[in-house]
């Protein structure tokens, strides 16, 4: 394989990036960036035994991989996962059965799950203080989001959930957010929202949902 000629490779932060140089319609690119078929490979070996490279390498036997988002540590190191995406999304279901035989042929302990693609966050506790257009106009300053969701839980007591474009969008927000939680007031939190969570976007729940109108005092959508 050619492999300068097929793929880009750049990082940033804890992240190495492969991604195809091949041309995509934007629909198609829309749906991959949103985390259409993205598959989750862990057990992957924390020394060079197994580069980024060789893993679309091998993957690429099944069909043109979109991207490989290839985790390390500070040293360089891989941190055990990645995650993997077809530009023919449909794929997935045969990569979750012919990757792992694949790896185990060449001696590869990596193991091939469904990605969660989790790509929501809950803010809580946050300060009585802060409405919730200064929670937003804040939030925007520490990372970009796609939509905000906020529930009033008790008179002028508020949670919100704040939606990504992805998984790694997502990640990225969760750790800038972190490091600015103070601004938010002593006792804020930031947390992952699961997508099986009742309150999920995945989910498809809106502020329009019965069982979300009967249980919270208020919902508004940004």
């Known amino acids: 394989m050619d492999f300068d000629s097929k793929y880009c490779t750049s990082q940033l932060n804890g992240t190495i990036s492969i991604i195809t140089r091949k041309v995509l319609d934007e629909s198609r690119k829309s749906l991959l960036e949103e985390g259409d078929g993205e598959l989750f490979l862990t057990c992957i070996p924390k020394d060079q035994s197994c580069s980024p490279e060789r893993i679309v390498e091998l993957a690429s036997e099944l069909g043109e991989v979109y991207v490989l988002r290839y985790k390390i540590d500070f040293s360089g190191n891989s941190r055990g996962y990645a ?3 077809y530009i023919n999304a449909p ?14 042929k060449h001696n590869l302990p990596i193991k091939v799950t469904t990605s969660m693609n989790n790509r929501e966050l809950v803010l809580n506790w946050v300060e009585s203080s802060l409405r ?14 796609t939509v905000l969701r906020v529930y009033e839980y008790r008179l002028d ?13 997502a990640a990225s927000a969760h750790k800038r957010v972190r490091n600015a939680i103070r601004k938010f007031g002593k006792r804020a939190h930031i947390a992952w929202l699961s997508p099986e969570h009742i309150l999920s976007g995945v989910q498809g729940s809106s502020c329009l949902h019965q069982e979300l109108s009967q249980n919270q005092k208020g919902c508004f959508q940004f």
Do not use: C, S
């Open 132 to 145: 919730p257009w200064q929670v937003y106009q804040e939030m925007l300053q520490i990372h970009p989001f």
């Open 157 to 169: 007591k508020f949670f919100y959930i704040f939606g990504y474009r992805n998984n790694d969008t």
């Open 91 to 104: 794929l997935k279901e045969a990569a979750l059965e012919y990757l792992p035989m694949l790896f185990r």
């Open 83 to 85: 995650y993997l995406q």
